[in-house]
């Protein structure tokens, strides 16, 4: 069997103060990618400076691209997608740091099944100086046993039409899918969007190993909060504004959009309907603060009896949150 190239896409802005230790361990992993593929993203430090350096010593070929001007994170992610020639496409972020056995472990899952068209892991949360913060990621997600046994019998698209879990750091792909992820749409974060666009025309498999560590600090992108208690109770209370919803089902609705235009003759007219009915709820969310509180309750006890809740959202979590008012806490 021929051997499959692994390409290992990083982006870059301002990502100096701990790239070295992301760069160290790619280059320490006990299966050496074949590319590292770098976009940076018109950094005003000394960045660049860094991945020359690394370049000029790896023993792999690293591909250095700037931009002219910044384009943002999923603008960014999908330059550099597109330059990778690898199989199997490794995305990163450039201020974690791998452990060694990571790109072995990834490769081994595609190994396993031609099926799988995409891989995510757990992850170790960290602070600033790679202390663990005592939890992982999937338990900041809230990513349960139940949710990972779904996942594995082949459930990941109903998986991922409740909520994302999956993080783009932790994420591999398979590259027959590039034609099917490009272009990410504008305004939606790259991982959630490869995520669930592969779900419609793959398996996707998850790594409960921790294979990397996801470092925590004041310029994460978004991050992995601590799942204490009080963390849980603000977040079932706080009321969403409705461009959150809004926003939510303009991404199902482009990736509805991109799958009938790319004629995926493996997606089923039932995950279309499923689209369809995610989106609905999503606008049902939307318009419902609109509403008294008598008439909240009486519309999401409807949705609640249909099961829309289960499907679409976080359960009795998200019809809480959609009844009580937002002077509770966290609102």
């Keep these: 069997m021929k051997k499959k190239l692994i390409s290992v896409c990083m982006c870059t802005y301002n990502g100096e103060k701990y790239l070295q230790n992301q760069v160290e361990s790619i280059a320490s992993q006990t299966r050496r990618p074949d590319e590292l593929v770098v976009c940076d993203d018109a950094s005003g430090d000394n960045t660049v400076e860094i991945i020359e350096a690394f370049a000029s010593t790896a023993t792999f070929p690293v591909h250095l691209t700037i931009n002219e001007k910044n384009l943002g994170s999923t603008k960014n992610f999908e330059k550099a997608i597109g330059l990778c020639r690898g199989d199997i496409i490794v995305l990163s972020d450039q201020d974690d740091v791998w452990h060694p056995e990571k790109l072995r472990r990834l490769e081994a899952v595609f190994s396993e099944s031609p099926q799988i068209g995409a891989v995510f892991t757990d992850a170790q949360v960290v602070d600033e100086r790679l202390i663990p913060l005592g939890y992982s990621l999937w338990k900041s997600a809230g990513f349960g046993g139940r949710e990972q046994r779904r996942l594995a019998e082949g459930g990941a698209f109903d998986v991922l039409l409740r909520r994302n879990v999956v993080t783009g750091s932790t994420m591999a792909f398979r590259s027959d899918f590039k034609n099917l992820v490009l272009p990410i749409p504008e305004n939606h974060v790259h991982d959630a969007w490869i995520a669930i666009i592969i779900s419609a025309a793959a398996k996707v498999a998850a790594l409960p190993e921790p294979l990397i560590k996801y470092r925590q600090h004041a310029r994460?992108?978004?991050?992995?909060?601590?799942?204490?208690?009080?963390?849980?109770?603000?977040?079932?209370?706080?009321?969403?504004?409705?461009?959150v919803y809004l926003r939510e089902a303009?991404?199902?609705?482009?990736?509805?959009?991109?799958?009938?235009?790319?004629?995926?003759?493996?997606?089923?007219?039932?995950?279309?309907?499923?689209?369809?009915?995610?989106?609905?709820?999503?606008?049902?969310?939307?318009?419902?603060?609109?509403?008294?509180?008598?008439?909240?309750?009486?519309?999401?006890?409807?949705?609640?009896?249909?099961?829309?809740?289960?499907?679409?959202?976080?359960?009795?979590?998200?019809?809480?949150?959609?009844?009580?008012?937002?002077?509770?806490?966290?609102?």
């Design 250 to 331: 303009d991404l199902y609705n482009e990736v509805r959009e991109r799958l009938r235009r790319a004629g995926e003759t493996s997606v089923s007219s039932d995950l279309i309907v499923k689209l369809d009915a995610k989106i609905d709820h999503l606008h049902f969310r939307a318009a419902i603060h609109d509403h008294s509180m008598a008439s909240r309750c009486v519309r999401v006890v409807r949705e609640l009896v249909k099961l829309k809740y289960h499907r679409y959202s976080d359960g009795l979590k998200s019809a809480a949150r959609d009844i009580l008012p937002n002077t509770l806490p966290g609102g």
């Design 220 to 243: 994460n992108q978004i991050g992995a909060a601590n799942p204490g208690i009080k963390r849980q109770l603000n977040t079932t209370f706080k009321l969403c504004d409705r461009s």
